[in-house]
């Protein structure tokens, strides 16, 4: 069975400072990794994958992930924090039949 | 991306009736999925709806609570019967455009309240 564990339920960082927030994974397989973001009221969007190819992956608002085999982590990071980057990020490992599991969620509060 | 749309958007329902829930996509897929997320709660995958096959559920999911259709490759419902209060979720369905693009992309989900 596949697994994803976000440690963190929260995380709080001031404007402008690096953010990360982590994610550890349990496959038996090829990971599949993904990193969602939930704001307030709203469905679920899209931040990046990684399926294979470079450790580091980039994806949408100034976001990026490193796959990291060895310690089975894949930290979601921001190298300048935002007010509205505030919201719920989830990180999700994919099966075969497509199907994504999904950490607990991590909060994050950027404060001005 | 994908545009997905999802009706009602929310609801508020009394317990022992059932509600039925509209998935919409802009464009033909294969893959279709059903989650729940509960207040303050990861998502919990409840059933995949591929168009042409029975809809398979996961464990802790029965289609008689949860019956799905997939009419055609755009178009999918849920509905959730005899509700209690412990069905109060959000529903959110997502579509994964297979292709090689491993993206799943998800719609505005459904907010129920069950009293």
């Known amino acids: 069975a596949q697994s994803v564990a976000q440690p963190e339920d929260q995380v709080n960082v001031a404007e402008g400072n690096p953010l990360t927030v982590k994610c550890t994974y349990s496959?038996?397989?090829?990971?599949?990794l993904f990193w969602y973001v939930q704001y307030p009221n709203r469905g679920l969007q899209f931040l990046l994958k990684y399926i294979t190819g470079d450790n580091l992956v980039k994806g949408s608002y100034g976001f990026e992930a490193e796959f990291n085999k060895s310690q089975t982590s894949f930290h979601l990071k921001k190298p300048s924090a935002l007010v509205s980057d505030s919201a719920l990020y989830f990180c999700a490992v994919r099966d075969d039949n497509y199907k994504l599991s999904f950490g607990a969620g991590t909060t994050v509060t950027v404060r001005a | 991306s994908a545009v997905i749309s999802q009706k009602p958007s929310r609801d508020i329902c009394q317990r022992g009736t059932s509600l039925t829930i509209q998935c919409q996509v802009d464009s033909q897929v294969t893959m279709m999925f059903w989650y729940r997320q509960q207040p303050g709660q990861s998502l919990t995958l409840i059933a995949t709806a591929n168009q042409g096959s029975e809809a398979t559920y996961e464990s802790g999911f029965v289609i008689d609570k949860f019956p799905i259709s997939r009419p055609n490759l755009t178009f999918s419902t849920l509905t959730v019967s005899n509700m209690s209060p412990e069905d109060s979720s959000i529903y959110l369905c997502?579509?994964?455009?297979?292709?090689?693009?491993?993206?799943?992309?998800f719609g505005p989900g459904t907010r129920l309240t069950v009293t």
């Open positions: 496959v038996s397989g090829n990971p599949y």
């Open positions: 997502s579509v994964d455009r297979g292709s090689g693009r491993h993206e799943q992309y």
